[in-house]
């Protein structure tokens, strides 16, 4: 994973394959609420509550937000944004790109 501080927001490429179970980390400064965004404007989650049927968010330690994303497709691939409800502006971003199954070789 890359991260590169710009502004406010910390920025991550992340790469899985289909079928894959990936875990987008949020870490807040305080203890706020967060949106979670995918491609800019569908809300996968806010103020404590879920949009989506097959991704969760995971609050088991206090601060963070993490998007849990079992079985994931390729469909899936985008931008995934987490953005503190705190009035500082943090966000962290993450361009996740889904590609083809694993490769299996056999001999």
Known sequence: ????????????????????????YCNTSLDTHVDW???????????????????????????????????VQQNDSGRYSCVEDSGLGRSHIFMVNITGNHLAFCF
């Open 1 to 24: 994973m890359h991260v590169a501080e710009i502004d406010d927001a910390e920025y991550f490429q992340v790469s899985a394959y289909v079928g894959d179970n990936i875990t987008l």
């Open 37 to 71: 965004k995918y491609n800019y404007n569908v809300y996968l989650y806010d103020h404590g509550h879920t949009h989506h049927s097959r991704f969760v968010v995971d609050r088991s330690v206090s601060h963070e937000y993490n998007l849990v994303m079992p079985n």
